[in-house]
Nanobody, 115 residues
Framework: QVQLVESGGGSVQTGGSLRLSCATS????????MGWYRQVPGNQRDLVAS???????DYEISVKDRFTISRDNAKNTLNLQMNNLKPEDTAVYYC?????????WGQGTQVTVSS
């Protein structure tokens, strides 16, 4: 059974930084792709950043140059370094991984940015 567990969320002020981590129960080396999504109440879950098995990355335009996605195959962990945080980054952040064509999600971690 594939399990994803996020950590690292919290509350910061505008301009602060947080680092999210997503630990997986199996080797992420075999993941086709992985990504971070975020959701605010009443809205859909939106892609923030993604990374392929080969290391290619993609970012939502509002976080480009502020967020960095990375994967640590040795630790089976997906990370999201978030710098210069803004109030509009406030959301629940979810990790997603695609293994063998199936999508798996973590339980989410809250990020709150105050002005």
């Amino acid at each position: 059974q594939v399990q994803l567990v996020e950590s690292g969320g919290g509350s910061v002020q505008t301009g602060g930084s947080l680092r999210l981590s997503c630990a997986t129960s199996i080797s992420i080396f075999i993941a086709n792709s992985m990504g971070w999504y975020r959701q605010v109440p009443g809205n859909q879950r939106d892609l923030v950043a993604s990374i392929t098995r080969g290391g290619s990355t993609d970012y939502e335009i509002s976080v480009k140059d502020r967020f960095t996605i990375s994967r640590d195959n040795a630790k089976n962990t997906l990370n999201l370094q978030m710098n210069n945080l803004k109030p509009e980054d406030t959301a629940v952040y979810y990790c997603k991984a695609v293994f063998w064509g199936q999508q798996y999600w973590g339980q989410g971690t809250q990020v709150t940015v105050s002005s």
